[in-house]
């Protein structure tokens, strides 16, 4: 069965996210405090963890941060209505996703449904090929691995999600409003979210992440990738 850490130190959010997570099959565990969040995630992984901000003991940007040091766990975040900095925290510490509170649970479920199936594969979009390659870089859409020169590249989920997309349209250019739709399938949002997976995405695809030749920025536009013809086979 497939396992949902939810950590929040207020037991009515905890309570409602468990129940409405329960009713889709998924078990459930709550963990109100960060350090042991982190103690129980790293001692058996759960598949997914929703981790709220504002946590005693250690912050949940701590804790997202040591997580993602050692596993690839998919995070949905919970942020504060307004914390707009501590959300592109979140993102550049390698969380998935995020929710703002107050929230719908039922919104909260349809995130969480959405990241376990691209982290699990089975949600891909139907016009991609299951190998994409360019140069030194390969992306098998299939077993959801990404390798660039032979060595495998750590991607968080949305990472992967839109280094696939770009890669599959290559020399077209996205603007962050229509990225968000395509790769996270939100029609409104916080348009950071993709400024931030795109930088995050150039330090690990990049060989200078400040001078992109893969991931280049289309000024007034958004971002289009070029594939790098000289690259190494």
């Known amino acids: 069965m497939t396992r949902v ?106 995130r969480v449904l959405s990241v376990l199936r691209r982290a699990t594969g089975t949600e891909q979009p139907a016009e991609q090929p299951e190998v994409l390659t360019d140069g030194d870089l390969r992306v098998d859409a299939t077993s959801r691995v990404a390798s660039r020169g032979g060595r495998l590249l750590p991607l968080t989920v949305r990472e992967f999600d839109l280094l696939a997309f770009l890669l599959g349209h290559p020399g077209r250019a996205f603007g962050r409003a229509e990225l968000l739709d395509q790769v996270w399938g939100w029609t409104f949002g916080d348009q950071s979210t993709v400024t931030v997976h795109v930088r995050r995405l150039r330090e690990k695809v990049e060989d200078d992440p ?8 289309v000024w007034g536009v958004g971002y289009r990738f070029d594939p790098v013809m000289s690259a190494a086979p």
């Open 210 to 217: 400040a001078a992109p030749k893969r991931i280049v920025t």
């Open 5 to 110: 850490l939810v950590v929040d130190d207020d037991p009515t959010v905890s309570d409602v996210v468990r129940r409405y997570l329960e009713r889709e099959g998924l078990e459930v565990e709550v963990v109100a405090d960060g350090e042991i969040a982190l103690k129980r995630a790293l001692e058996d992984p759960p598949d997914l963890v929703i981790l709220d901000l504002m946590l005693p003991g250690m912050s949940g940007l701590e804790v997202c941060q040591r997580l993602r040091e050692r596993l690839p766990i998919p995070i949905v975040m919970l942020t504060a209505l307004g914390e707009e900095g501590d959300r592109v925290l979140g993102l550049e510490y390698g969380a998935d996703d995020y929710v703002t509170k107050p929230f719908s649970p039922r919104e909260l479920t349809l």
